[in-house]
């Protein structure tokens, strides 16, 4: 995209789009120093201050990066709350990236944000360039989300079949220790074994 310059003798300079930020926060003041300090490095800054405003702004435009208070009530620091939106949210949009800024929930909780999905987090009152740092790095290298699990056979016939062949290979097909090694009686075992052919 071309941005018109209103000065005369200065070319038409290409601008790159600005990144967008969702910063789920409950206080102003902390998204209002955000928004100073992101705004001036090519963000545009979103803030949500409930769940609900981010539930919102998620479900209607596509973010770069969610930053990521784990309180969202006045005296709560258990963090609980902003575990619960992070868990939600990587069920939903598993490849946004996350970072959690947090002043009173301690490392523990941070730690456990990053082991379900965030990438970083910052502790407030944050450092301006670790703040950036943290939030471009989350942008530029995403978490890896490993490959879907393959399909199960929830056939319980075709399943049970398995099962049996599986002890019976285990056991060099003594149908004694097969049976016990199923939980079953040797009786039983040979009803199941002639049901399925084996």
């Given amino acids: ?82 575990i619960a939106f992070l868990k939600e949210r990587m069920e939903i949009t598993p490849h946004l990236p996350v970072v959690i800024v947090t002043g009173h929930s301690g490392m523990s909780i941070a730690i456990e944000a990053m082991r379900i999905g965030a990438q970083d987090f910052v502790v407030k009152p944050w450092n301006n360039d670790r703040f950036l740092a943290s939030i471009k790095a989350a942008i530029t290298s995403p978490r890896i989300l490993p490959p879907p699990a393959p399909p199960q056979d929830l056939n319980l016939d075709r399943s049970e079949k398995e099962l049996i062949k599986a002890a019976l290979d285990r056991h060099q097909f003594n149908i004694s220790h097969a049976a016990k090694d199923l939980g079953l009686t040797r009786a039983a075992l040979y009803r199941r074994m002639e049901k399925h052919g084996l």
């Fill in 1 to 82: 995209m071309l941005s018109k310059c209103p000065f005369p003798n200065m070319s038409d300079v290409p601008t790159t789009p600005r990144l967008k930020a969702l910063f789920l926060d409950d206080d102003a003041d902390i998204l209002a120093s955000a928004e100073l300090v992101l705004t001036r490095h090519g963000f545009n800054l979103v803030k949500a201050q409930t769940p609900d405003e981010a539930r919102t702004a998620l479900d209607a435009e596509t973010f770069d990066v969610l930053l990521l208070d784990l309180n969202f009530r006045r005296g709560d620091t258990s963090g609980e709350a902003g």
